[in-house]
Structures are given as C-alpha cells and as structure tokens.
C-alpha cells in the first residue's frame, strides 16, 4: 500500500518557473529526481565542471520538509556510471526546519570534462523518518562478538 506526505515547495528567486516539478519517475521509484534549474546567466551554456572540480547546482526550489523527516540527497546511478558524477556528502540531509533554496553538490569524479545543463536530471530526493538520539553516557559498553574491530573486521574488504 502507497502511502504519501505532503512536502511544500516554492519557487527560489530566479528560478524557471516552466521546468517540473521533482517527480517519481516509476512506480516503484523511491527516490524523485530532482533538476538542475540553472541561474539566467547560466542557462545557455551550463555548469561546466573539470575532472576533480564540484559546483553547487540550484533545483530553483525551497523546501518545507515535513516535521520528523528529511530529505536525503542522493546520486543519479546512470550520472554515476556513465560520466563519474556523484554528490560528495551523499547521501546529503535537506533538515525540516531548513527553508533556504535546494542545492546539490555535484562532484565530478570523472575522467573527462562534465556540462550539467539546464533541466537535468542532477539528482534524487528521498524523503526518510527522522529518529533522534538520547546520548547518554556509561562507564562501559557492553560486549559484542565483533568488540573493537574496525575496518574490514567482518570477513575482509571484498
């Protein structure tokens, strides 16, 4: 069963008001691709991004993410795959409380240049529960099979 929540959006100062919305783009997609809505003065030519170099791409939206929630950023895997273009801090939180334009950090991981142009599909928007900790502190942790082994202590890096 299907289950929705409301997220309210507005559009940012100099945002093409003509492009979607985020959208699913199947029925089972969890994530809504989100766009690349370029400042005037970059529409006709893009964001052109160099092998190594990371640019912050404006969706032309603001976001109120419901209470208990928030928006996790996250790769495009065809973007991924084909061009070596990531998101840094992925998956990167949009926090409920945040009202400012919807950017995305994209990064160029790539072996050739990158022009992400106006109307792309950048990235997806995930919308997850939010469960917030009660840190306490103890004098000792209590034991586990695993104890204090770190990085690649379960069974090896592969």
């Known amino acids: ?10 559009w940012a100062e100099g945002a093409d008001r003509s492009l979607p919305l985020p959208a699913y783009q199947t029925a089972g997609a969890a994530g809504a691709d989100l766009l690349a809505n370029l400042q005037p003065q970059d ?9 190594g170099a990371r640019a ?15 928006l996790q950023l996250r790769p495009r895997s065809g973007l991924a795959l084909k ?12 926090d409920s409380d945040y009202r400012g334009p919807l950017g995305v950090i994209v990064l160029n991981a790539g072996q050739e240049a990158f022009t992400v142009t106006h109307g792309m599909r ?6 997850a529960p939010v469960v917030r900790a009660a840190f306490e ?10 104890g204090a ?10």
């Not at 912050?56 to 928030?70: D, K, N």
Request: hydrophobic fraction near 40%.
């Open 83 to 94: 061009h070596g273009i990531t998101l840094p801090n992925s998956p990167g939180t949009i």
């Open 56 to 70: 912050l791409v404006p969706t032309g939206l603001r976001i109120a993410v419901p209470e208990g929630h928030e």
């Open 1 to 10: 069963m299907e289950s929705r929540i409301g997220v309210r959006l507005c």
């Open 149 to 158: 082994g770190g990085f690649g202590s379960t069974g090896g890096l592969a």
């Open 122 to 127: 950048i990235a997806q928007g995930v919308l």
């Open 137 to 146: 502190m103890v004098g000792d942790l209590d034991e586990t099979t695993r």
């Open 43 to 51: 529409r006709e030519n893009g964001i052109a991004l160099a092998p």
